[in-house]
């Protein structure tokens, strides 16, 4: 054997680990491109949906996949996909509606394979809570060996062994009824409004067999390629609009925005007509997941100049990426500090490593524009494109009008901020107060289980004494009638409220309010 003296030995050491660094540092480029919102809060009338028939969901194990960033994260139970099929071996025939759902909630992570539930509480394993993440990516991988896993961000942090007699065991039965957004409780229908997903999603990636832990590590923040061997539903949603979802795969999985699968029942599956009347569409947003390897970065411009990143990675944090222009737009390209950028010149941003930011102001009236900008980095180049499309400014923007009642004892919690197309939130202003009742702003010490609850629980109000900014995330308010003031010829109040983002305002909402009076002895506040 050869023996190395200490000072080699250390020479030897460093050159080994910067080998290690050199393998690991990768570059990638470019965004995400769209997304698929899903906005799925308190309007019975209406949930947004996108069906498929998953024609070869049959196998002996399985993967789904997909980035999510849930919105409305006080939501108690949502379901971002599900998947129900009929087999006659399955008895009772109710489990068949459960063929493979995954519910998230609050403090837990659960999925349903018939009528087989693994749990993971977050109070005993934080990593299963997906609320209140941002964008976060998740997986779930089965076997018929009754092996389930849960991955978080490409780390396993979850698995389940089913017995012998295991659901997890039965092969997937093909050509069901596949729902992202909602979970039908019957063969593709009878859906229950309060576990509908409001949220982002972007990335649904479904394979045959249940890939390994190395494979959902490497691949979960990057783009696969369409030909994967095994990958038989693969969803960008970079349509921007079309009602069409692309399934990127030769399997022909493809979606429909706002629609069912049109699956007949020919199992004679008795089960209750509830269809949700309509299905609706899901919106498309600019996707902020941190997927590489897509280098497409659309971004929505109003009239006046907006900063652009030009979205790169790297493995390494602090390495400086050199980022170039490679063509110019339209409009006017400038740097941070304000100097013109031309075709081949280097973009400088004294702040950023990774993801230089640029300066576009579009010409007037323009409809479409891009660019395209390269990322160099150990020899290793690639190109992005950026494409730049229009959006309404805030001025332009209108509110939605409401409406509800409510009996005179009791109160109502409203929404009334959201989110913009790249986004951000839209913050929320009151313009005038009701005449009657009390408005109080909702502050959040804690975590209320739903919206609804919130207004029994006086340590989260604070009353609104005056018109202005609704200082909470997403524009929450609470309307409590006064006690016993409404009377019969006086059972109807309103107010106004706008949007607010960057210092700009929108038009009027305007929100009405009618009173049951209800006939019972005066309620007085409690001492």
Not at 96 to 108: G, I
Not at 126 to 149: I, K, L, R
Request: charged content about 20%.
């Amino acid at each position: 054997n050869m023996k190395l003296y200490p000072g080699l030995q250390t020479i030897f050491a460093m050159l080994f680990f910067l080998f290690i660094l050199a393998v690991k540092t990768e570059l990638l480029v470019g965004g995400s491109g769209f997304a698929h919102y899903y906005n799925n809060q308190f309007d019975v009338t209406k949930t947004d949906l996108t069906g498929f028939v998953w024609e070869n969901g049959d196998g002996n194990g399985g993967t789904v996949e997909f980035w999510v960033n849930f919105i409305d994260e006080f939501k108690d139970e949502q379901v971002v996909f599900s998947y129900s099929a009929f087999d006659g071996s399955v008895v009772p025939a109710y489990d068949a509606a459960n063929e493979l759902t995954a519910f998230f909630r609050h403090n837990r992570f659960y999925v349903y394979r018939g009528s087989e539930s693994p749990v993971c509480e977050t109070d005993t394993n934080p990593g299963c809570e997906f609320y209140d993440q941002g964008w976060v990516h998740f997986a779930m991988t089965w076997t018929t060996n009754a092996s389930f896993y849960v991955y978080r961000n490409g780390e396993k942090v979850f698995n389940y062994q089913g017995g012998p007699s295991s659901q997890f065991r039965r092969p997937i039965v093909g050509n069901g009824c596949a729902i992202i957004g909602h979970e039908p409780d019957a063969f593709c229908n009878d859906f229950d409004v309060d576990q509908a997903f409001d949220g982002i999603l972007d990335e649904l990636r479904i394979w045959s067999y249940a890939r390994s832990d190395d494979q959902i590590k490497q691949y979960y923040n990057r783009t696969v390629s369409e030909s994967s061997i095994g990958l038989n539903v693969y969803w960008k949603f970079d349509e921007d609009g079309s009602d069409l979802i692309t399934d990127l795969t030769n399997t022909g999985n493809d979606g429909t925005a706002g629609k069912l699968p049109g699956i007949k029942n020919v199992a004679k599956f008795i089960a209750p007509e509830i269809y949700i009347t309509p299905p609706t569409k899901p919106k498309y947003v600019v996707s902020g997941a941190p997927i590489s390897g897509g280098g497409i970065v659309p971004v929505l411009a109003w009239e006046d100049e907006i900063v652009v990143e030009l979205l790169s990675y790297s493995t390494d944090s602090n390495e400086d990426i050199v980022t170039k222009i490679i063509s110019t737009p339209e409009g006017s390209l400038i740097d941070m500090d304000d100097n013109t950028l031309n075709e081949n010149d280097t973009v400088v941003d004294s702040v950023r490593y990774h993801s230089k930011r640029v300066k576009y102001t579009p010409v007037p009236g323009f409809s479409l524009d891009s660019f395209l900008y390269s990322v160099e980095l150990d020899d290793v180049i690639l190109i992005g494109t950026v494409y730049i499309t229009p959006d309404l400014p805030v001025e332009e923007l209108i509110p939605p009008d409401l409406s509800f009642t409510i009996n005179e004892d009791d109160g109502r919690v409203l929404v009334l901020g959201g989110m913009g197309r790249n986004g951000e939130s839209l913050s929320v202003s009151i313009d005038t107060l009701p005449s009657k009742g009390v408005l109080y702003k909702a502050n959040f010490s804690g975590v209320p289980n739903t919206y609804k609850n919130i207004y029994t629980q006086a340590d989260y109000l604070e009353k609104i004494n005056a018109i202005g900014l609704v200082e909470n995330w997403r524009g929450i308010v609470v309307y409590i009638p006064e006690k016993d003031e409404f009377i019969a010829d006086k059972l109807y109040t309103n107010f106004t409220y706008k949007y607010t983002l960057d210092g700009a305002h929108s038009k009027l909402g305007t929100v009405n309010i009618y009173v049951n009076e209800v006939n019972d002895k005066p309620v007085g506040e409690s001492a």
